[in-house]
């Protein structure tokens, strides 16, 4: 097996990085990272899935085959997702959970040259900003419909504010 003396663990949470697009996946990307560079990565990514009645974003653990030795590094990260076992964890939860396993958050926040750091915590502003993205992606992966609001079906509107609002209270309940 390859030797992981020096490397660190760490995580980068793309969705909440300056440069996150809303046509990028959904996704928390993790692994080893070595002081003198390289390492191996690993993703958490969340995909639609279900009927048109009732769907929902899973997450999906992908791992490059050149990764595999480094995920038998992280026993207690796979104990701690067995414990959850069959729930759809958030990207958040994910974090906390990467946290509690000793990785290091290595996201990119705010912009290099930024005056004004943006707190790690989502403003209201950016917890509706990345539910509004991350829903529409779902709907376009699933459906295949445009990303502007005016071409969506009505009953599909309908659909986006609900999960919209319920992605909103879970935000703020936390």
């Given amino acids: ?34 002081p003198d560079g390289g390492g191996f990565e690993m993703a958490m990514r969340w995909h639609a899935l279900g009927s048109d009645a009732q769907w929902s974003a ?11 030795a480094a995920l038998a590094t992280f026993p207690d ?18 974090c906390d959970m990467l946290r509690r396993c000793g990785f290091e958050d ?27 993205a991350g829903i529409l992606a779902d709907l376009t992966d699933r459906r295949g419909i445009a990303h502007e609001w005016r071409q969506i079906e009505p009953d599909i509107q309908a659909e986006i504010v609900q999960e919209w609002r319920r992605i ?5 309940d936390k």
């Fill in 106 to 132: 290595m996201t990119e926040y705010t912009r290099p040259g930024d005056d004004v750091a943006q707190a790690e915590t989502p403003t209201i502003n950016d917890l509706a900003a990345s539910a509004v």
């Fill in 58 to 68: 899973v997450p999906r653990l992908e791992v490059f085959t050149g990764s595999w």
């Fill in 1 to 34: 097996m390859k030797d992981f003396a020096g490397y660190k663990r760490v995580f980068h949470w793309s969705t909440k990085a300056w440069y996150h697009r809303p046509e990028f996946e959904r996704d928390v990307v993790f692994g080893t990272e070595h």
């Fill in 168 to 172: 909103i209270r879970e935000a703020l």
């Fill in 77 to 94: 990260l796979l104990q701690a997702l067995a414990e959850v076992d069959g729930q759809n964890v958030t990207e958040a939860e994910f």
